[in-house]
């Protein structure tokens, strides 16, 4: 009798704490922008004294048109301080930096053709390269990214 009871109790639970509201939800705004609003690069090392990852962000003076969908920049090596020594700056290059972008809410972003992943040191010396963006609602954006110059 007792184990009719406490399934008797477990039902009238399991229908009392379930919803019936169908109506009067509020709408999730889908995203259907497939923007990049920001490009950052940084250089990446090994700190064998401190036994840690170090990460200097580099200067970037940025034209970023979302009209025609390109950016320009033009990528300026930080000068030589504490961590970030003089012999550590001279091994900086378009072939170890790290892109990194801000891009809508939402959406997705994946090299096409030989454009380097993002996030990882990657070799950038080709200077020009193609991303693809999709926002949540599926709408895709070609993005050109052209390096203009690197100065040191």
């Not at 009392?16 to 705004?29: F, H, I, V, Y």
């Not at 053709?113 to 949540?136: C, E, H, M, R, W």
């Amino acid at each position: 009798m007792k184990t009719i009871n406490n399934f008797i109790l477990l039902l009238l639970l399991m229908v009392s704490t379930s919803s019936c509201l169908k109506a009067g939800l509020d709408d999730l705004e889908t995203y259907d922008q497939s923007e990049i609003t920001n490009i950052r690069f940084e250089y990446r090392w090994w700190d064998e004294t401190e036994k840690r990852l170090r990460v200097i962000e580099m200067n970037v003076d940025k034209n970023i048109d979302a009209k025609s969908k390109e950016i320009s920049c033009t990528i300026t090596v930080p000068e030589a301080s504490n961590a970030f020594t003089s012999t550590v700056r001279e091994n900086v290059s378009l072939n170890n930096l790290t892109m990194n972008v801000d891009i809508s809410t939402a959406a997705r972003i994946k090299p096409i053709g030989n454009s380097p992943t993002l996030g990882a040191p990657q070799d950038f010396s080709a200077k020009d390269f193609i991303y693809q963006v999709t926002s949540a609602s599926g709408t895709s954006t070609e993005w050109s990214i052209k390096i203009i110059d690197f100065k040191k």
